[in-house]
Nanobody
Framework: QFQLVESGGGLVQPGQSLRLSCAAPGFTLEYYNIGWFPQAPGKDREGISCISSSGSSTTYADSVKGRFTISRDNAKNTVYLQMNSLKPEDTAVYYC?????????????????????WGQGTQVTVSS
């Protein structure tokens, strides 16, 4: 069964960095668009960054633009989210999701319905 596995979360202080990874053991991610969807306590999950299957297109929510970078290494079957200058408001469980769609990435990244497969999430806590 296609399953995504996130890793790299943890507890950091404001201003520090983390790199999250999203892998699919036993399956290939290279045909899938991938998104990162954090869910903060008491809030809905929201898409903050997505990358196309080829890696040629990326999109970011305004809240993370300039601080987060999404990338993928299809040879390693892994997608990354480099998170710099972390803020307390970035605290959330971060889910990665995979979807096969031809819709424009920016719009699709805001809609969970475009993504068919989800991981279990990794906790990111930013606190002093």
């Amino acid at each position: 069964q296609f399953q995504l596995v996130e890793s790299g979360g943890g507890l950091v202080q404001p201003g520090q960095s983390l790199r999250l990874s999203c892998a699919a053991p036993g399956f290939t991610l290279e045909y899938y668009n991938i998104g990162w969807f954090p869910q903060a306590p008491g809030k809905d999950r929201e898409g903050i960054s997505c990358i196309s299957s080829s890696g040629s297109s990326t999109t970011y929510a305004d809240s993370v633009k300039g601080r987060f970078t999404i990338s993928r290494d299809n040879a390693k079957n892994t997608v990354y989210l480099q998170m710099n200058s972390l803020k307390p408001e970035d605290t959330a469980v971060y889910y990665c999701a995979a979807g096969l769609f031809a819709a424009p990435l920016r719009g699709a990244c805001t809609k969970e319905s475009f993504f068919n497969y989800w991981g279990q999430g990794t906790q990111v806590t930013v606190s002093s």
